[in-house]
């Protein structure tokens, strides 16, 4: 996938019978996501006109265009959905897209590797960094906080952290 796009949701399958699909949004405003068409797969097939028409359980009910039937919004299920990053809206100095953090290294205070950021999860409570470090046989999760991760600098390519003790012994 192109360094110039970001995954803002997932096609979850049909929504009745006339070509309608269910939409999850991963952006911070769930019905944002039709403001930044055309979306694409990663395959590079191209969706310019999004019109959201409700919401069900979990997801937006949405109108794709090409889709006209059942079969065809369930032949799209799981098909992530991406935008042009410069369509999407800046974010304060303290807020980052979770594209931009996987795969950044993560040091100690020390400058001693950590380990790369493998996903940013988040389970409810607040954002969790899973970093891989070389050797380890799992991941370790680091919670995204200022005090567990006082520095984020992008335009070094690099994430500074602070992690409890113990955690990230083997």
Known sequence: MSDTRVIVGAIAGAFGVKGEV??????????AIADYTPLFSKDGRSFATVVLTGATTNALTARIDGVST???????KGIEL????????????????????????????????????????NHGASDL???????????????????????????????????????FDS
């Open 22 to 31: 269910r939409l999850k949004s991963f952006c911070a405003d769930p019905a």
């Open 70 to 76: 059942k079969e065809e919004a369930d032949a799209l």
């Open 82 to 121: 991406y935008a042009e990053r410069d369509q999407l809206p800046s974010l304060p100095d303290d807020e980052f897209y979770h594209a931009d953090l996987i795969g950044l290294p993560v040091y100690d205070a020390g400058g001693q590797l950590l380990g790369r950021v493998k996903a940013v999860l």
């Open 129 to 167: 960094l899973e970093i891989h470090s070389p050797g380890a046989k799992s991941t370790v999760l680091l919670p995204f906080t200022k005090a567990a991760v006082p520095t984020v600098d992008l335009a070094a390519g690099r994430i500074v952290a602070d992690p409890p003790s113990g955690l």
